[in-house]
């Protein structure tokens, strides 16, 4: 079943394009994540976070990404991270429109 990873944590900046020019060797590096389907990159500027919500083909692949990816972040000075795992009901998403159409139907 796929699973879906959000997490969010304090971050100061850059925002928008600089971030996007700043973060590019990183979002290259996430894409080979094993199990990896695909990431949402989230920036809150007002409330000073950042973050994303990602979708795994299984729930293993999110817990190990996970593991990684907050040692990762504890590196680059990030003092706590938020996050939580969710099984996705890939029917009832499909009829509210999620784009799922790269998993593989359980």
């Known amino acids: 079943m796929s699973t879906l990873l959000q997490i969010d944590f304090p971050y100061d900046g850059p925002w928008g394009e600089t971030m996007t020019v700043a973060m590019r060797e990183l979002a290259e590096s996430i894409a080979t994540t094993p199990g990896l389907l ?17 979708l795994f083909s ?40 999620a784009p799922l159409d790269v998993v593989v139907p359980s």
Do not use: Q
Not at 38 to 54: D, L, N, R
Not at 83 to 96: G, H, P, T
């Open 38 to 54: 695909w990431k949402i990159w989230t920036e809150s500027p007002e409330h000073g976070e950042a973050g994303g919500i990602y």
């Open 58 to 97: 299984d729930r293993a692949s999110a817990d190990d990404y996970l593991v990684m990816h907050t040692k990762r972040l504890r590196g680059f000075g990030v003092p706590y991270v938020n996050a939580k795992c969710f099984e996705v009901n890939l029917d009832l998403s499909r009829i509210d429109r």
